[in-house]
């Protein structure tokens, strides 16, 4: 996940060093760092006794693993990158989210009639917006050949343009072993007509 998401919420006082932090594309600012996320990447809470033994521990799994991060008796979250401190921000602010929310909602009363009628056309209204043309964009943020064991890729077709309606995934072995055995899964849906 996210350094800001990932670490930043393993504990209440977190001093993060940006540097350590290891990262597929050269070229990203300290904010990129933050708030880039990878699903490859995972992060843990160890003691610092135990550290260097996790480390090596990860090694013989053939995983790579740093430490990136302190957690401080400060109850704040702090970043540095190059030298700098770019974060710093109290765990209390944190927790608000940003804002303290308030709603109201009101929830008509449901009669039931007519009710597949208004589905299937708030359906097909919110299928023809514009706004869900594509998620490729979205989509291509995530690394789908995490492990090389991704068998399809998030689009397929003649001009690889057609979200993948499935996924196929090698199932993981040892070091120094294969397999043709693979996890599959598929999902669908069916607008019933009415009447049916």
Known sequence: GGVSVA?????DGL???LDAVR???EGLDGTELAISESQERMAVVVSASDAKRFIEAAQKENLEAYQ???VTDDARLVMRW???TIVDISREFLNTNGVEKHSKVRVPKFDGDGIQDRGESNLRAGMGHLSNASRRGLIERFDSTIGAGTVFMPFGGKYQQTPAQAMASLLPVLPGHST???SMMAWGCRILAKGE
């Open 7 to 11: 670490i930043g919420e393993l504990a």
């Open 15 to 17: 001093s993060i060093d």
């Open 23 to 25: 990262k597929k594309y």
């Open 68 to 70: 990136v991060a302190t």
């Open 82 to 84: 190059k030298g700098q």
């Open 180 to 182: 043709e055995t693979a």
